[in-house]
Each structure stands twice: as C-alpha cells, then as structure tokens.
C-alpha cells in the first residue's frame, strides 16, 4: 500500500506562484515514475508533469517554460513549482505514483488539492 499526501494548493492571482508538494510512504520500494496530473470541471483528466525514477522529466505544452517537477527521495517527497500562473491552470491537482508494469491510471493516487487562480 501506498500513501500519497499533497498539499501547497490554493487561491492565487493571475502571474502568481505555488508551489505543491506530494508526500509518499508505504510500499515504494519500486517507483518507475511519479506525476502530478489535474482535472478541471467538465473537463478530462490531463498530465502536467512527470518525473522518472532516473530524474527526467516531461511536461504538458500548456506548462513547459512555467511548471517544474522535482522530487527529493531523502524526503520522499515530490514536488510541483508553478509559476505565472492563469487562470486555465483553475483545477484539482493529484499527485500520483507508478510502479514498474503499472499505468498511470492503476497507480497510486493522491487525494488532491484544490488550485484556483483569479483573473
């Protein structure tokens, strides 16, 4: 089993910065990758930004140059830096963990945070 807790989201000002944090415990002894996805209302569930085991990275076109993934395995923790925010960055975030052989869907997820960004 695997826990995953987020935290770092709220309301922020358009061009304003959050930054997210993800903490894991349990069962991780085999990550392939850790992400952090969001969904906004009425829209579909989408990836912002990923992180694999051997440190690379890969970002949605909508946040490259703004949102940087980062991860610290002395801490267990993972993090989302998001900077010159908008308003169409409004949505839930979660953090989520994939093991070796595993999807991003039937990994281990967060509960999510709540990120709003006022025009």
């Known amino acids: 089993q695997v826990q995953l807790v987020e935290s770092g989201g709220g309301l922020v000002q358009a061009g304003g910065s959050l930054r997210l944090s993800c903490k894991y415990s349990?069962?991780?002894?085999?990550?392939?990758?850790m992400g952090w996805y969001r969904q906004a209302p009425g829209k579909q569930r989408e990836s912002v930004a990923v992180i694999s085991s051997g440190g690379s990275t890969n970002y949605a076109d909508s946040v490259k140059g703004r949102f940087t993934i980062s991860r610290d395995n002395a801490k267990n923790t993972v993090y989302l830096q998001m900077n010159s925010l908008k308003p169409e960055d409004t949505a839930v975030y979660y953090c989520?963990?994939?093991?070796?052989?595993?999807?991003?869907?039937?990994?281990?997820w967060g509960q999510g945070t709540q990120v709003t960004v006022s025009s």
């Open positions: 989520v963990l994939r093991p070796y052989g595993s999807t991003w869907s039937s990994g281990s």
């Open positions: 349990g069962s991780i002894f085999n990550i392939n990758a």
